[in-house]
């Protein structure tokens, strides 16, 4: 059996699961992760479960583990790259304006050892953004990524509050995005203003589905 610790990382509000690698942790620990990218900062969503050893291999991808909790120098690294990463996104806008107009930039991501950034945008058409990563290189000095994503992950990554005045569905519950259409809307006998059953996105609600 493996102990499985559901995590939510600092900066992907979607939960992932990993490897507790015999960690006693419990909901609302800071831990460290590593993960494809590196070594990420996150907290236990979820309470810990068992998983057949023989099921973690059928998992879209494979479990990596928690490295450690977190540490006060754990927390404070993770402080610090989210003041950087708050502190770069009006530059990346600034920067997107002058090289890549048809770019919508939607945040900036620095990893938790320092020496990448994530540049996240959105785009109606195909981007060029080799001058511009040139030029956000030797602005920060870190690796650079151009990352484009969606609307609806868009309004997700930055968050805010819906027509209910909750934290937007997709931020506050993670997983995957389910097709939504407007049947489901008019099985439950809603108005079908697309004001009134559109999210921050201009996307169909996710709650439409609830």
């Not at 040139?134 to 997700?156: N, T, Y």
């Not at 389910?178 to 559109?198: C, F, G, Y």
Request: charged residues 30%.
């Amino acid at each position: 059996m493996v102990r499985i610790a559901p995590v939510r990382l600092s900066f992907n509000p979607k939960t992932l699961w990993f490897d507790a690698n015999g960690l006693d942790l419990s909901v609302g620990d800071a831990v460290v992760v590593k993960t494809a990218r590196g070594r990420e900062f996150g907290s236990v969503s979820a309470a810990l479960f068992d998983m057949d050893y023989e099921d973690t291999k059928k998992l879209r991808s494979p479990l990596k583990p928690v490295e450690r909790k977190a540490s006060e120098e754990d927390r404070a690294r993770n402080e610090e790259v989210a003041e950087l990463s708050r502190l770069a996104l009006p530059i990346f806008r600034q920067m997107a304006y002058e090289s890549a107009p048809d770019m919508n930039p939607v945040a900036v991501e620095y990893l938790f050892e320092g020496d990448k950034a994530v540049f996240y945008f959105d785009s109606e058409e195909r981007v060029d953004f080799r001058d511009l990563v040139r030029k956000l290189a030797a602005e920060f000095h870190v690796r650079v990524d151009m990352k484009q994503i969606g609307v609806r992950d868009g309004a997700r990554m930055v968050g805010g509050l819906g027509h209910c005045g909750q934290e937007l569905c997709c931020r506050r519950l993670g997983g995957e995005f389910n097709p939504v259409s407007i049947r489901m809307a008019k099985e439950q006998d809603l108005s079908l203003n697309p004001q009134k059953i559109s999210g921050t996105c201009g996307r169909l609600m996710c709650c439409l589905r609830y």
